[in-house]
């Protein structure tokens, strides 16, 4: 059965989009015609087969164009297929049961094209690996070994609770930081306006003077000079440094430097280590749970990592557990991994219970850095208040000073 796009118009006379399944296009325009639809543009999307590998790759390309599709709704469609089969609804059925109920036209397509592959012969796994950019390898690689267990509805449910679980600590650490950082960000823009603008104007009153002003004031008078020459320097200074990361970041040895110190910085790096080491226990003690090998487990983990320093650990040590080593053992060697997570691994490794040991350590440092990033707003909230205030009182005192001077001359 085809996949044809279309553009139509509804009863009202509004346009709408969409895709449709169909053995024709003269059986396509059937359909929305029943459904009081009116196509103005129908177009056949070319069947992306996994036999064939020259029409996959066109399709992949064209799929790069897109967005990826969000997290919130991947997870929405993994729950509802895993309700679906479930229900006893064949795997075909209830991929195309889904693709209208799906807001996404990329995901409506891909869907589409899925169910076409899967009709051909495909499994299902394979059907969604021509689509990389929607799904992952963790999800890819989970899909797969539920298939082959034929636990494939339980697999599904517990890909939607992995991302929804995912998804909620990542909105808890971005809520917890976005208050900060926008006290910080119009701090700075207060302070720069003042300096630009207000102080100069009211330091102007003192320049003619021929009496010698206060330090504070000669201070805060070189500081405003400078920032009222330097303005678009300092704004455009963040910027140049984030361009400069980025293209460090390029080359690998770039990328390991710069990764490298980052997570040996006093604080910052340790919450990092604590993040990687809950994202890396927490993905493989799925991908183990749901029957991945544990060198495509690892491999797999390696890539989300987020850190060439911490990739590099956990390649060398999927050699190393190929060659007969022990993760926990080889892990415990490194600074740059949490010495507690190794220790708990090597305790799983021990007592037969990797997957239930991995899950609790992850379940551990995720409350440990959400502990530790509340706390960390909760100073810093207060401090950035305390120097805003410190800092206008040091131009306010600045700026009364020579007032003072000038009153006890008088009088």
């Known amino acids: 059965m085809a996949v044809f796009e279309y553009k139509a118009l509804n009863v009202r006379g509004k346009k709408i989009s969409g895709i449709i399944d169909a053995e024709s296009s003269s059986a396509a325009k059937l359909k929305l015609r029943e459904k009081v639809i009116f196509p103005t543009i129908l177009e056949k999307l070319e069947s992306n087969s996994l036999v064939t590998k020259k029409k996959s790759k066109p399709f992949i390309k064209e799929f790069n164009l897109f967005s990826k599709v969000s997290s919130s709704e991947l997870s929405m469609i993994t729950r509802q297929m895993s309700t679906l089969l479930s229900a006893g609804f064949p795997l075909v059925k209830a991929v195309a049961t889904l693709v209208p109920q799906t807001k996404s036209k990329t995901m409506q397509k891909v869907l589409s094209r899925v169910k076409d592959a899967i009709e051909e012969g495909s499994s299902f796994a394979k059907a969604l690996a021509l689509y990389p950019t929607v799904f992952s390898p963790i999800f890819i690689n989970m899909v797969n070994a539920g298939e082959s267990s034929g636990t494939l509805e339980i697999v599904l449910e517990r890909l939607a609770d992995f991302n929804e679980n995912r998804e909620d600590s990542k909105k ?82 770039g990328a390991y430097f710069i990764d490298n110190l980052i997570i ?10 604590k993040i990687i080491a809950a994202r890396f226990t927490r993905t493989l003690g799925s991908l183990l749970e749901n029957g991945v090998p544990m060198l495509t ?29 022990e993760l926990g053992e080889i892990l415990s060697r490194s600074k740059s991994f949490p010495y507690l997570a190794s220790q708990m691994i090597k305790i799983g490794e021990t007592s037969g219970e990797m997957e239930k040991m991995l899950e609790k350590t992850a379940d551990l440092f995720e409350k440990d850095v959400q502990t530790a990033v509340t706390a960390a707003t909760a100073l810093i909230e207060p401090m950035i208040i305390l120097v805003m205030g410190v800092v206008v009182g040091c131009i306010i005192l600045a700026i009364c000073l020579p007032i003072f001077e000038i009153n006890q001359l008088i009088q």
């Open 264 to 273: 040996s910085l006093p604080i910052i790096g340790t919450l990092l280590k």
């Open 297 to 325: 487990a690892l491999n797999i983990t390696k890539t989300i990592a987020g850190n060439k320093v911490i990739y590099e650990l956990i390649s060398k040590a999927c050699d190393r557990v190929e060659q007969g080593g």
């Open 172 to 253: 808890k650490i971005q809520a917890s930081l976005a208050y900060p950082f926008l006290m910080s960000f119009i701090g700075v823009g207060v302070l720069l306006v003042l300096l630009t603008y207000v102080v100069p104007g009211i330091i102007n009153i003192f320049s003619d003077m021929n009496h010698v002003l206060p330090l504070p004031t000669r201070i805060l008078i070189s500081v405003s000079s400078f920032f009222k020459s330097w303005w678009w320097g300092i704004i455009l200074t963040p910027f140049l440094f984030l361009a400069i990361i980025f293209f460090v970041r390029k080359s690998e040895k």
